[in-house]
């Protein structure tokens, strides 16, 4: 599976906005996609995941209020809802399918990775 971000943007604070990633390939190599973020100097930290199957869905405590994923089976495709952003919001966002059945929080169990997208929030 390929997986390509898009979406992201610069906006003020308590804005939305909604990031894609695009998959292609063979995503039934995948059991999820989940969303990290990385801003500088800091780790890649897990934000959400979702199951191809079923549309089972994980969340990271710290966004979980304000977050929302989403996939689109029919168009191969996964979203992350942002609402009322902040200015610690402000990364890069990667999309990241792993290699087999195990959808983890942490970046080392993913294998494949979108390009990511800069989102930056303002005051």
């Known amino acids: 599976v390929q997986l390509q971000a898009s979406g992201g943007g610069s906006v003020l604070v308590g804005d939305s906005l909604r990031l894609s990633c695009a998959a292609s390939?063979?995503?039934?190599?995948?059991?999820?996609v989940a969303w990290f973020r990385q801003a500088p100097g800091r780790e890649r930290e897990f934000l959400a995941a979702v199951t191809w199957i079923g549309g089972g869905t994980y969340y990271s405590g710290s966004v979980k209020e304000r977050f929302a994923i989403s996939r689109d089976n029919a168009k191969s495709m996964v979203y992350l809802q942002m609402n009322s952003l902040k200015p610690e919001d402000t990364a890069v966002y990667y999309c990241?399918?792993?290699?087999?059945?195990?959808?983890?929080?942490?970046?080392?169990?993913?294998?494949?990775w979108g390009q990511g997208t800069q989102v930056t929030v303002s005051s």
């Open positions: 390939g063979r995503t039934s190599n995948s059991y999820c």
């Open positions: 990241a399918a792993p290699s087999g059945g195990l959808c983890g929080t942490k970046a080392a169990d993913y294998v494949t």
